[in-house]
Structure formats: structure tokens, C-alpha cells
């Protein structure tokens, strides 16, 4: 496939930059404004200056605001946990591609993003991408590759997000800080405060809301902030507690008239106990171990604290509780909670369908073919759970009242490949029953007529009937009918299917249901019989 090479146009009428297309052009560089290197705003948080690294995030400056939520992932396992759990929901789903139409060009241009996908590494590049979920928008750089004639993807590179500030005009455009490389890659102008917009068919934007509202405002780090720093204010109390009360506190005791020296090496003795557990002290002296009294009941006011915080944390991203903090509630409590996580799930899926759609297949499909009318849809999802039992039964009753199925359904259905030519096909095995000239097989094992009569409290023995001879005929009416269905289908006209019915004699299935009815009209005798009144 020759590569197109007329111009083509953004959504915004600026011509692509195909020199900047297979270039790594957003990278880190040290001493330059896109450094690697990360500051720590989270040591020594207090409520004052989270509110100021808020409020300059949202004055288009969210240095600290992005490097605050870095520092809560890693400082905090229980957010780290369940965040990555989301992510990774999501990044390990399977991927399909829906052609535009059934026309021959729709599906090669479907192939051809299928192929692109097929990346060892894109599971990866999927769970950066879903690093929007915490910090409200991720940033991926495509660096494409030609070497081979054709548009591929050379690497999803994830870039961070504190390399990139928002458009003034409207908070929520990605601008990059600095220009495009060390030696200036490309045309685009830097705006007057030194930023660079995004070249198109180049970066794929990842905007995930956890809430209404500007992407610097809407990840769930903006809203697990506030709760993982009481969450730290409490785990440092918590410490100061247990060092100071974990342990008795000694007493150590020496009579008067003690010297300065007797009480140094007291004092000593004191001090160095709890580290060393072993003192000497002269047998006129005594040291004494006191316990705290409330060390259970404080120890567990900071623990439910804690765990209350972190019941907070979950909700927030997973949107319950019962699958990360082990919640009790029963089996139809934790039921609806995971249907919760999955609703989310699927949110998060349809989210980064339609952002991959826009940026990666639609930029491939026009830089490859050139411009469509319309594009292939890429799709992130499970596959709908099926009630095969249900299904199968349904169409078993509906299909004889005239519902029209498809054979290669139920083979999608069931995971049943479409047999070959020439393939030995499974066949369903005669039965007969075991009355005399009926048949040498044997029939299968039924309750008897009063048996069911009893067991059912059916007090019609013509409706039992019934019901037992359709139980009963209903594999031998089959097997016919699937004779006559073979006749008809090699058959190439009218008068063939009369030859060939003419030709069949009556096997195994015919003699099989000639038992069964004659049974079932002894049995209808018997049972009439049986309900004439005694005289």
C-alpha cells in the first residue's frame, strides 16, 4: 500500500507536519522547562497549602497539583491498590474493530487497525493512557514508523502531565511546555508564555471524569487529596501513639540519701531498658513497669479512623466497598457491589473507545487511505454474558412457531467452529423401544402413567398421556424429519424429492416411532377402561 502523500487537514484546517509525524518530539530534557526531575509537595502537607496547590491548578498552573497526585500513588497503598485495579480492568480487556461498512475497502481498513494493534506492548500503553482516571487527563505521544512503506506505530509513549499546561481561552486545551525538540523540530509557534499546541495525528488526549468539569478538576486525585492527607495526619499520630504507649513506662525508684552517681547509673538503666532489655542497677534499687490503661481503646480509635478513610477512597474509585475493604453484607449485597465496579468498568471502556477512535484510528486511517466518510470503530469491552441454556430452550419452542434463527448463531454462540467440507459430523443416536417387533433397542426409563398421575396430582389421565407420548415420540418424530430434511436438501427439484422418498425404507427411526404409537394407543385403551365406573 503506497503511502499518501497529498496534504491533509486537521479538524482545525492546519496541514500536517508529516516530518514531525515519525519524530519523538515531546520527550524530557534536563535544563529545559520538560526536566524528569520531580519536586515533593506532599512532605510536610497541611490543609493550608493543599488549598493553595489547588487553587494555582486551577490559575493554569498545575505543577504541584500533578506532582502531589504522583506522590499520593505512591505513598499510599490502599489508593494505589484499588486506582490500579480500575486501570487494569480496563488495560487487559480484548479489543475489536468494527469495519465501516461491509464493502471490501471498509474491512481492509478495519484489517489494517487491527494490525496496528497488535502490540505486545499495548497493554502497558493502555494503563498509561488510563492514568487520566486519577489526574483528570493523560498524554500520549505516537511516534509513528514508514520504514516499511505503510503508516505503523512505532511507540505509545506516555508523557507527563506536568510537561503541559491548558489553553487560557477555554482550561481545558493541552498546550506543551517548550517547543518540539532541541533543534526545533517543526513549524508550529510557541504562544507568548513559551507553550506549544499539539500537533495533530501526533498525541492522543485522555480526558477521564470522575466529575463534571475542567480535566484539571475532574480526576479522583483532585477529590482524594483531602482525604489522603487526614489520612496521614492519622497514621503519624498513630505512630507517636504506639511509641510512646506501646510500651510500659519505667519507673525506676532509689531511696534518699542516693547519690548523684547511683542516680545516673539509674537513670541509665531507665533509659537504656526498653532498647536493650537488659540493665544492672545496685539490689537497693528498684525500677517499676507501668502500663497504660486506654492502649486498646486508642489504638483502635485510629484505626477505624483510618479505615473509615480508606472505605472513602474506595467508593470514590471503585464506587463501593465490598471488593477491596471486605465489607460484610451478604452474597446479594457484594453481588450488587461488583455489578457497581462493572458499571464502571464499562464507563471507563466506552471512554477510551471513543478517545482511541478519535485520535489513533481516525489520524491512521487518513495518514494510510486518506480522508473517509466514515471510519472503523474500535471497541473496548467484554463480550455480553449470554444465557446459553435460556437461549437454546427458547429457540427450541419459538422456532416451530415460525421464529426465523440462523445455524451460524448458535455456532457463535456455543464457540462452534462451522464444520469443513468433508468433515464427519456427529449425529444423534437412535433409540427404540423394547416391545416385541417394535425394535431391539431399549427404551428409555420412564415413570409409569400412575406414577406421574400420582406424583403430579394430574387428575386428567388423557392430558398425562399427552404429555407422556410427546416425551416419548419426540426422538423418533425428529430423527424422521431430519430423513426427509436430508432428501430435500440434496435434492435439486420436486420430482427428485418424490424419487428419493420413494426410495427410502423404513429404518430404525420409522420403526422406533411405529412402537411408540403403537404403545401409546394400548396405553390410551388401558387408561379408558380404567375410568369406566364400576357397576
Known amino acids: 500500500m503506497a503511502l499518501k502523500t497529498s496534504p491533509i487537514l486537521d479538524q482545525f484546517g492546519r496541514a500536517i507536519q508529516r516530518e514531525v509525524l515519525t519524530e519523538e518530539i515531546a520527550g524530557p530534557r534536563i535544563g529545559s522547562v520538560r526536566s524528569p526531575i520531580s519536586g515533593y509537595p506532599a512532605d510536610g502537607l497541611n490543609p493550608v497549602r493543599l488549598a493553595n496547590i489547588l487553587k494555582a491548578a486551577d490559575a493554569y498552573d498545575p505543577l504541584r497539583f500533578f506532582e502531589l497526585a504522583e506522590q499520593i500513588e505512591e505513598r499510599d497503598l490502599h489508593y494505589a491498590g484499588v486506582l490500579g485495579t480500575r486501570k487494569r480492568q480496563v488495560s487487559q480487556l480484548d479489543i475489536t474493530v468494527e469495519p465501516a461498512d461491509d464493502t471490501s475497502e471498509a474491512k481492509a481498513h478495519a484489517a489494517w487497525v487491527e ?86 495525528f501526533k498525541f492522543i488526549t485522555t480526558v477521564i471524569r470522575a466529575k463534571s468539569g475542567l480535566p484539571i478538576r475532574s480526576g479522583l486525585s483532585r477529590l482524594v487529596a483531602w482525604a489522603w492527607m487526614f489520612k496521614a495526619f492519622v497514621q503519624r499520630d498513630w505512630t507517636i501513639f504506639t511509641q510512646t504507649y506501646g510500651q510500659p513506662v519505667r519507673v525506676g525508684k532509689y531511696p534518699a540519701g542516693t547519690t548523684q552517681g547511683d542516680k545516673d547509673t539509674l537513670f541509665t538503666a531507665v533509659a537504656n531498658i526498653a532498647g536493650d532489655c537488659a540493665a544492672i542497677i545496685p539490689a537497693t534499687m528498684e525500677i517499676e513497669f507501668v502500663e497504660a490503661k486506654n492502649v486498646g481503646p486508642g489504638s483502635d480509635l485510629y484505626q477505624k479512623r483510618a479505615d473509615w478513610l480508606d472505605q472513602q477512597v474506595s467508593k470514590a474509585v471503585l464506587g463501593q466497598t465490598a471488593t477491596t475493604d471486605a465489607i460484610a453484607g451478604g452474597h446479594a449485597v457484594g453481588k450488587e457491589h461488583r455489578q457497581v465496579q462493572e458499571d464502571i468498568e464499562r464507563a471507563d471502556a466506552k471512554a477510551l473507545s471513543a478517545i482511541l477512535n478519535r485520535d489513533l484510528v481516525r489520524s491512521g486511517i487518513d495518514l494510510q487511505f486518506g480522508a473517509q466518510k466514515a471510519y472503523p470503530r474500535l471497541r473496548i469491552g467484554r463480550s455480553e454474558d449470554t444465557d446459553v441454556q435460556l437461549t437454546v430452550e427458547s429457540a427450541a419452542k419459538l422456532v416451530p412457531m415460525g421464529l426465523k434463527v440462523g445455524r451460524t448463531y448458535f455456532n457463535d454462540l456455543l464457540g462452534i467452529p462451522l464444520p469443513e467440507d468433508g468433515d464427519e459430523l456427529l449425529t444423534t443416536p437412535a433409540q427404540a423401544p423394547s416391545f416385541g417387533g417394535f425394535g431391539g433397542d431399549t427404551l428409555p426409563a420412564a415413570p409409569s402413567l400412575n406414577a406421574r398421575l400420582r406424583m403430579q396430582e394430574v387428575h386428567d389421565p388423557i392430558a398425562a398421556l399427552a404429555e407422556q407420548a410427546e416425551r416419548l415420540c419426540g426422538p423418533g418424530t425428529d430423527a424422521v424429519i431430519d430423513e426427509i430434511r436430508a432428501v430435500v436438501e440434496r435434492s435439486t427439484s420436486l420430482h427428485q424429492v418424490q424419487e428419493e422418498l420413494r426410495k427410502l425404507k423404513p429404518g430404525i427411526a420409522e420403526r422406533n416411532l411405529a412402537g411408540l404409537m403403537r404403545m401409546a394407543r394400548t396405553i390410551a385403551n388401558l387408561t379408558g377402561r380404567a375410568q369406566i365406573p364400576d357397576a
Open 115 to 200: 494490525g496496528i494493534l497488535k502490540r505486545d506492548t499495548l497493554q502497558d500503553e493502555l494503563f498509561d493512557m488510563l492514568d487520566a482516571i486519577g489526574k483528570g487527563i493523560s498524554i500520549t505521544e505516537i511516534i509513528w514508523d514508514t520504514s516499511e512503506g505503510d503508516w505503523a506505530i512505532k511507540k505509545l509513549a506516555w508523557r507527563d502531565p506536568r510537561w503541559f499546561r491548558f489553553d487560557r481561552n477555554d482550561g481545558e486545551t493541552p498546550l506543551l511546555l517548550g517547543d518540539y525538540s532541541a533543534d526545533g523540530v517543526g513549524t508550529v509557534p510557541m504562544t507568548s508564555s513559551g507553550e506549544t499546541p499539539l500537533t495533530p
